[in-house]
């Protein structure tokens, strides 16, 4: 069998299951089974599949008729020009939360605090777009961490990436000029409503904190002037309907020049605050 015919099947199974975007994960889970670049593909579709290749499709195609996300099955996800590692262990790095990532790199920062690190995604692509900067990244999950560390060495800032376990703020110490998180946000009514890709394969400490999905929030608005030097930054992901509740714990907190900023589709995707005061530790 050629490439191009068993893309044409795989196209037509996925299809059938109904996947989102059969196409397009047929040509991933084929270039990954074939062991070449996806951008490649084209050129090797007249190629006849090894017997190694088409195990290696069959397998992956029946993971994806499974509902597993790509990325899990490929093992990675690219994510503001940079490929990182992904398990079950850890969120899918998904483009909005590139809102994040292009704000904070609108403004100079030198130490960065990223919360619910998960992949590393946020953290690393910050400290790899800014050489001079360091970081530490936290998560109540070890796996995610490991994860994370991995990450940090594929795009050599290990040296100055730090990974810590901890309960949001209850293991850091020290102070940022930017603090930044993408922490589980959908509130518990939401959960059934998710797509089994996500909702049977992500990890659910990640996805929900249950309630009405803004607990974390409560916890980062309120803690996070201890942790932030002078003009020091927060900047947090938030679901498109969460942005007045989030800006107001942002106000209440006594972060200035609070705002909301939306993603590529003009959702509410980032709250923002500036902390202008002294820190407010001992």
Same mark, same amino acid.
């Given at each position: ?100 990532? *292009? ?38 999950? =070890? ?81 996070? =002037?201890?942790?932030?030097? =002078? ?16 800006? *107001? ?34």
């Amino acid at each position: 069998m050629t490439a191009a015919e068993a893309l044409r099947q795989t196209t037509a199974r996925l299809a059938g299951a109904g996947v989102a975007q059969p196409g397009a994960d047929a040509r991933i889970l084929m270039a990954f089974a074939m062991g070449i670049a996806g951008d490649r593909l084209t050129l090797h579709l007249g190629d006849t599949l090894s017997p190694e290749a088409e195990r290696a499709l069959e397998k992956a195609v029946t993971a994806r008729l499974a509902h597993q996300p790509v990325s899990q099955i490929i093992g990675q996800r690219q994510f503001w020009g940079r490929m990182f590692r992904v398990t079950s262990d850890v969120l899918d790095p998904r483009p909005e939360t590139e809102t994040l990532v *292009s704000a904070a790199l609108e403004h100079d920062f030198h130490r960065v605090l990223d919360l619910g690190t998960g992949s590393g995604c946020i953290l690393l692509s910050l400290l790899a777009d800014r050489p001079l900067a360091s970081g530490v990244g936290v998560d109540l999950s =070890p796996a995610a961490l490991t994860v994370a560390q991995g990450n940090a060495e594929r795009l050599a800032v290990e040296k100055r990436a730090t990974f810590t376990v901890s309960d949001w703020f209850s293991n850091v110490k020290g102070q940022f000029d930017l603090i930044v998180a993408n922490p589980p946000y959908i509130a518990a009514d939401e959960m059934g409503t998710l797509l089994p890709d996500v909702r049977d394969w992500e990890p659910h400490l990640a996805l929900t904190p249950g309630g009405d999905g803004l607990a974390a929030y409560r916890v980062i608005a309120r803690d996070a =002037p201890a942790f932030l030097t =002078p003009r020091g930054r927060l900047m947090v992901e938030i679901g498109p309907t969460q942005g007045p509740a989030v800006l *107001s714990m942002f106000q209440a907190a006594g972060l200035e020049d609070a705002r909301i900023l939306h993603d590529m589709d003009g959702r509410d995707r980032v709250v923002v605050g500036l902390w202008q005061q002294p820190a407010i530790r001992a």
